[in-house]
């Protein structure tokens, strides 16, 4: 029969505890084995130094690049980089001219010709798509070998269905568009089909050949759009205009194409085009009229800071900017590593005093706070690990403050616990009711109080931008690393102590001595029992300093009244009402 009891349930969240370190040291040494990650944790660019680039944006023609533009660039090129998996890297302009790209470690030729690159916008017509956010099917749902689509003939135009092939299908069945996104390369081939996501809706494409590029996008604005009258509505569009006359007639040839589908089917995904920048579906609205002079208007479910969006990229994508690196200089780490060691120093005399603390307030209890920040801190350096391996995770100086900052949020966790046990032992409660009363009491206080530095965490990640984000990242780490510490260590561990002789009965050097605490048991043996006066001399013991305040801020009343009480203690002749009674009549002598 399974033992149920508080001890075992306290051993088996240790062994819990105990399964999900070693689960997480295995895969870390599976990844190390394999080549795949590494015992330290990968730093960022103040703390292992890396790659500067200086790029200068080669505009084709005799056309000069604005500032806006080249705002749009960085912007283009932030997303690149982060998406190619480099986390706190520094993408900026210099004088309005150049761009500076910063990013931790050496770059791969790979990224160095994705950070040069042009803008890969163009236009490519909807030949399916799913209806409905769709990651990759499953392995054994997928269509088998011999049901893969062969195609008929040869495509007659870019919406033409015998673009897919069996190879075109398998990797439409085998792409994610919700998060984790596949990977995908970002330099296909326009004269192929592409497939491709839209990742703010997570709809799945397949695309025909590129039919408009985007150079021939001569402009984009927003606005609010106009009626049949010429009222202006409260719907926002973008508004569009090719170059005349190649991009004119394309897009004529296309529309006529898509809204004779649309015509006859208006949920017919063939009749919608899509905007595709880095190989990314931007928008795919429906073609509902034929455009014949190259100004179109795209309305959907937009805001105004949608609509100025799309209108930006498709501005940004009839900007034919490519960029050549001037310059590419290794930075070193030496300011970050020295600001590391003295953050390093800091934070050993913070744990070296809160470990002196522990020791001298709660004598071998304080062995039990030293191990929680032990174990808080290979759960904190075991997931930096993972995630660094997983999501490219880097900690930066800043993430490191963030962990020293935690070490006094942990104390304090610990702290409130053991207070309220001994306010427990204090009242005359055995160690056992005492761990577990007092438990009850501090969990709620710790729970309200991580999930403030939780949520404080999550607001400052969110709306902050470069290495404040590291630091809050870390501080709601720790706080959540905490949290398991004092559930599945802290508590168990003072359970199972409870019933040792050394704690249970209260050992001089075990910090939960009955005695040194000032507790009167509630049972004082032969038949006698804690009285009243005992019971205040309790509490006014484990407030002294408040209880000295209210002394001195008696009235002559209460303190005659507090005088007779000590004097009907001592002799237990008469009754307290007796000298209540007394004391009111003294209270109207004195006034």
């Known amino acids: 029969m399974a033992r149920t009891g508080p001890t075992s349930t306290a051993r088996r969240t240790l062994l819990w505890l105990a399964a999900i370190i070693i689960a997480c040291t295995l895969a870390v040494g599976g990844g190390v084995l394999a080549g795949a990650a590494s015992w330290a944790p990968k730093l960022g660019l103040d703390l292992e130094g890396g790659t500067q680039m200086i790029l200068a944006p080669k505009v084709e023609g005799a056309g000069s690049i604005t500032a806006e ?55 490519r017509p909807v030949i399916a798509a799913t209806q409905v956010p769709s990651g990759a099917v499953p392995e054994a749902d997928r269509t088998p070998e011999d049901k893969l689509p062969v195609p008929t003939a040869a495509p007659v135009n870019a919406s033409d269905p015998n673009w897919v092939d069996a190879a075109v299908m398998k990797e439409f069945e085998a792409t994610s568009c919700i998060k984790p996104l596949t990977e995908r390369p970002t330099t296909s081939d326009p004269d192929k089909p592409l497939v491709s996501c839209e990742p703010d809706l997570g709809i799945k494409y397949i695309l025909g050949p590129v039919e408009i590029p985007g150079k021939w996008i001569k402009d984009a604005s927003y606005g609010l759009q106009s009626g049949a009258q010429g009222a202006t509505t409260n719907v926002w569009s973008v508004n569009l205009t090719l170059e005349k006359p190649e991009g004119a007639q394309a897009f004529k040839e296309v529309t006529q194409r898509l809204y004779a589908k649309y015509q006859v089917n208006q949920n017919d995904p063939q009749a919608q085009f899509a905007i595709v920048l880095d190989d990314s579906v931007v928008s795919a609205p429906r073609s509902q009229a034929v455009i014949t002079d190259g ?88 997931a930096i690990i993972l995630l660094g391996w997983a999501e490219n995770y ?173 004097e009907m203690a001592g002799t237990g002749g008469r009754s307290a009402a007796a000298a209540k009674s007394e004391s009111s009549d003294d209270s109207k002598e004195s006034n």
């Open 69 to 123: 533009q080249l705002d749009q660039a960085v912007s283009i090129i932030r997303q690149r980089v982060d998406g190619s998996g480099v986390s706190e890297a520094q993408i900026s302009t210099e004088g309005g001219k150049n761009v500076v790209v910063s990013m931790p470690g050496k770059p791969s030729d790979e990224e160095r010709n994705l950070i040069k690159a042009s803008a890969n916008m163009n236009f």
């Open 295 to 382: 100004q179109s208007s795209i309305t959907g479910n937009f805001t105004e800071a949608s609509a100025k969006a799309l209108a930006d990229q498709l501005k940004f994508g009839s900007l034919p900017i490519s960029f050549e690196i001037q310059s590419e200089v290794q930075i070193s780490a030496t300011l970050g590593l020295q600001q590391l060691e003295m953050g390093i120093l800091a934070g050993l005399i913070g744990l070296g005093l809160v470990v002196i603390y522990s020791l001298f307030q709660y004598r071998a209890l304080g062995f039990v706070t030293i191990l929680s920040l032990v174990i808080a801190g290979v759960l904190t350096y075991l």
């Open 394 to 566: 880097r900690l930066s100086l800043a993430g490191v403050a963030g962990i020293i900052v935690a070490i006094g949020q942990t104390a304090d966790s610990f702290i409130v616990y053991f207070e309220r046990v001994r306010d427990e032992l204090r009242d005359g409660r055995g160690l056992v009711a005492a761990v577990e009363n007092g438990w009850a009491r501090a969990k709620r206080t710790i729970l309200a109080s991580k999930a403030v530095n939780i949520l404080a965490s999550l607001v400052l990640y969110f709306v902050s931008v470069g290495s404040v984000k590291g630091f809050a990242f870390t501080l709601g780490l720790t706080a959540v690393a905490d949290l398991i510490v004092v559930f599945m260590f802290t508590h168990p561990t003072l359970q199972v102590l409870a019933r040792t002789k050394f704690f249970g009965e209260g050992h001089h050097f075990s910090g939960l001595d009955p005695k040194q605490l000032g507790a009167i048991p509630l049972y004082r043996g032969a038949g006698r029992f804690r009285t009243p006066e005992e019971t205040l001399q309790v509490a006014t013991g484990k407030n002294t300093r408040a209880a000295g305040e209210a002394e001195r801020r008696q009235t002559i009343a209460e303190r005659r009244l507090a005088a007779k009480e000590k």
